[in-house]
């Protein structure tokens, strides 16, 4: 679904794999790129504010799946550093 854009859906189907098992870190990945990129597009909008909140949500997912996975995400980990979404280094 989120290859044809339909995020929302995608969404929901990621929400539901975890209710079925909380440690899924791709399903938390997933989230948290649909999220920057609708980030990116309310950015590129003008809607900084928005953006902010977008980016957040993606800052959360991405922190829940690096405390899962903390070996992964190597990139993600940067752009939360340097964003100052991230005030911690090690996920143990």
């Known amino acids: 679904?989120?290859?044809n854009g339909e995020h929302e859906k995608a969404l929901?189907?990621?929400?539901?794999a975890l209710e079925t098992n909380p440690n899924l870190p791709q399903a938390l990945n997933n989230m948290a790129v649909i999220y920057h990129y609708q980030g990116e597009r309310a950015k590129e909008?003008?809607?900084e504010d928005g953006a902010n909140k977008l980016f957040d949500q993606a800052a959360d997912y991405w922190k829940r799946a690096i405390q899962i996975d903390p070996n992964n995400y190597l990139?993600?980990?940067n752009w939360l550093k340097t964003t100052g979404r991230m005030q911690r280094d090690i996920f143990f």
Request: net charge negative; charged share 30%; aromatic share 14%.
């Open 1 to 3: 679904h989120t290859s």
């Open 12 to 16: 929901e189907y990621y929400e539901q």
């Open 45 to 47: 909008a003008g809607d």
């Open 75 to 77: 990139e993600v980990q």
